[in-house]
């Protein structure tokens, strides 16, 4: 149907009464675009019936109990959403207290959702980080005492079970500024001292039960005051404060020895950060899990110090265990010309003979190298496991132009695994990639050894004859 596009400059020239009619119209039965309607309605009248309208809408949010279902939360998020853009827009830029008091509190209704709704995709975490983020913007123009202002970030912060205020010190720290800071020590260190809430007490009972519950209300107390502190020394440049919030023994813990390390960089401190990393090498010295982090700050303490060899054998080290594309090229730049070229032979000579192959196959579609992966495939095709779909079925994909036999061996592997095991779900994706092997074969001259495309499917019939399923997904591809 012919007609003008809808856009702002053909939708004004409708007329208000128009727009009027059309508005109530959508907005007829929609509870939340309705609120949306009347909140501006009231920007109209000034900041301060906005604000009214907002609080109405809070206070209703905080006294209701029922559970949130996963479509009512994506709801309530959008309206939370849209109150942040609301209160910046309409209330900020003339009243930036008001505006920091009701993202506050908004802020605050995160604990009372969070217990009646499963988060798990961070809707509501989102849309809260969106408020404090809205905080961050309005910082700088609070006319609120430091002082006033530190207290209310304190008791946020370290009530806070959640999350939701742990950026909280460094969105305020432009309104804190120095008298802010120090209240917060001065409150940190008093906190440190006294014993958990009873409310907290009472939300750890429910969670670990009655007899922990005490002191895991107040451990969980004390690492959101050490946060707070880490934080406060942060925007003070204090390392040797960060520092202190950890025992020596902590601070060579993997998850903690590369943000050390990073920040005594930042000081000109390399030899200390290069003894906590290697400290923290040595403790990971056996572990199978892969701490990249760990790992960068090693390279970043070894360059800082200008230990070239020490860090081309560190770039080494990793590419060689953690089979790492990035360490390696890393390394090769390194080296001096030629003997970057004998290190990429050796680089090869490892992957080729690296066990489990999987591995070996995801470092090459990582790196990426196809001429590799085809090498690989065709020197240990009996050790690949079809069951890796993940990997081989783009891997394959990858392969079909330039090096198609590998890429029939693979798609073979996935196709006999789903016959062989019996994997109904998969005889999709082996019907299609069966139809694949067939487009190959025209590229394919010599199978090296391996079963003719022919004499592959008629192993099929005859193996899986009896598998219908398999047989009328083939003819439906």
């Known amino acids: 149907m012919a007609g003008k596009a809808l856009n702002k400059a053909n939708l004004m020239a409708l007329g208000t009464e128009t727009l009027a009619e059309l508005l109530l119209e959508t907005v007829k039965?929609?509870?939340?675009?309705?609120?949306?309607?009347?909140?501006?309605?009231?920007?109209?009248?000034?900041?301060?019936?906005?604000?009214?309208?907002?609080?109405?809408?809070?206070?209703?949010?905080?006294?209701?109990?029922?559970?949130?279902?996963?479509?009512?939360?994506?709801?309530?998020?959008?309206?939370?959403?849209?109150?942040?853009?609301?209160?910046?827009?309409?209330?900020?830029?003339?009243?930036?207290?008001?505006?920091f008091d009701l993202l506050w509190e908004q802020l605050h209704l995160a604990r009372g959702i969070l217990e009646r709704t499963d988060d798990a995709w961070s809707a509501i975490g989102d849309v809260m980080h969106q408020a404090m983020e809205?905080?961050?913007?309005?910082?700088?123009?609070?006319?609120?005492?430091?002082?006033?202002?530190?207290?209310?970030?304190?008791?946020?912060?370290?009530?806070?079970?959640?999350?939701?205020?742990?950026?909280?010190?460094?969105?305020?720290?432009?309104?804190?500024?120095?008298?802010?800071?120090?209240?917060?020590?001065?409150?940190?260190?008093?906190?440190?001292?006294?014993?958990?809430?009873?409310?907290?007490?009472?939300?750890?009972?429910?969670?670990?039960?009655?007899?922990?519950?005490?002191?895991?209300?107040?451990?969980?107390?004390?690492?959101?005051?050490?946060?707070?502190?880490?934080?406060?020394?942060?925007?003070?440049?204090?390392?040797?404060?960060?520092?202190?919030?950890?025992?020596?023994?902590?601070?060579?813990?993997e998850t903690v020895a590369p943000a050390a390390a990073d920040r005594l960089l930042q000081a000109g401190r390399a030899e200390e950060a290069l003894?906590?990393?290697?400290?923290?090498?040595?403790?990971?010295?056996?572990?199978?899990?892969?701490?990249?982090?760990?790992?960068?700050?090693?390279?970043?303490?070894?360059?800082?110090?200008?230990?070239?060899?020490?860090?081309?054998?560190?770039?080494?080290?990793?590419?060689?265990?953690?089979?790492?594309?990035?360490?390696?090229?890393?390394?090769?730049?390194?080296?001096?010309?030629?003997?970057?070229?004998?290190?990429?032979?050796?680089?090869?000579?490892?992957?080729?003979?690296?066990?489990?192959?999987?591995?070996?196959?995801?470092?090459?579609?990582?790196a990426p190298d196809l001429s590799l992966a085809a090498q690989l495939v065709l020197a240990r095709y009996d050790e690949i496991d079809g069951e890796a779909y993940e990997l081989l079925s783009p891997l394959a994909d990858d392969l079909s132009a330039h090096h198609p036999l590998a890429a029939v061996l693979l798609w073979r592997a996935m196709i006999d695994f789903a016959l062989r095991r019996g994997r109904t779900g998969r005889y999709g994706h082996a019907a299609r990639h069966l139809m694949a092997c067939t487009t190959a074969d025209m590229s394919i001259e010599d199978y090296a050894g391996h079963p003719s495309h022919y004499a592959y499917v008629e192993g099929l019939r005859r193996n899986y004859g009896r598998k219908a399923a398999f047989w009328e997904r083939l003819d439906t591809e």
Request: one cysteine or more.
């Open 29 to 99: 039965g929609d509870a939340a675009r309705q609120r949306r309607v009347r909140l501006v309605l009231a920007a109209g009248q000034g900041v301060e019936a906005v604000a009214v309208d907002v609080r109405k809408r809070f206070a209703t949010i905080r006294k209701a109990r029922s559970y949130i279902s996963r479509k009512k939360q994506r709801t309530l998020a959008k309206e939370l959403s849209e109150l942040t853009e609301l209160i910046e827009k309409r209330i900020a830029e003339s009243a930036p207290d008001l505006a």
């Open 275 to 366: 003894a906590l990393v290697e400290a923290a090498l040595e403790r990971r010295e056996g572990s199978t899990r892969d701490r990249l982090d760990l790992d960068e700050s090693h390279f970043a303490c070894l360059e800082a110090l200008g230990r070239k060899d020490d860090l081309i054998a560190a770039l080494w080290e990793r590419f060689e265990t953690r089979l790492c594309p990035a360490a390696l090229q890393r390394h090769l730049k390194l080296l001096p010309d030629f003997e970057d070229i004998e290190a990429e032979d050796r680089a090869r000579a490892h992957i080729l003979g690296y066990h489990p192959i999987q591995s070996a196959l995801l470092y090459c579609q990582r």
């Open 134 to 253: 809205a905080v961050a913007r309005l910082s700088a123009k609070l006319t609120k005492t430091p002082e006033d202002l530190a207290e209310d970030v304190f008791d946020a912060v370290v009530g806070d079970v959640f999350g939701t205020f742990e950026h909280a010190v460094r969105a305020t720290s432009d309104a804190l500024g120095a008298s802010g800071m120090a209240r917060l020590k001065t409150l940190a260190r008093e906190a440190a001292e006294a014993p958990a809430p009873e409310a907290e007490i009472a939300l750890y009972a429910v969670l670990t039960g009655a007899s922990r519950s005490e002191a895991r209300a107040k451990a969980a107390r004390q690492r959101r005051i050490h946060l707070l502190l880490q934080d406060l020394a942060d925007l003070e440049g204090d390392v040797d404060a960060w520092l202190a919030q950890y025992t020596p023994q902590q601070l060579t813990a």
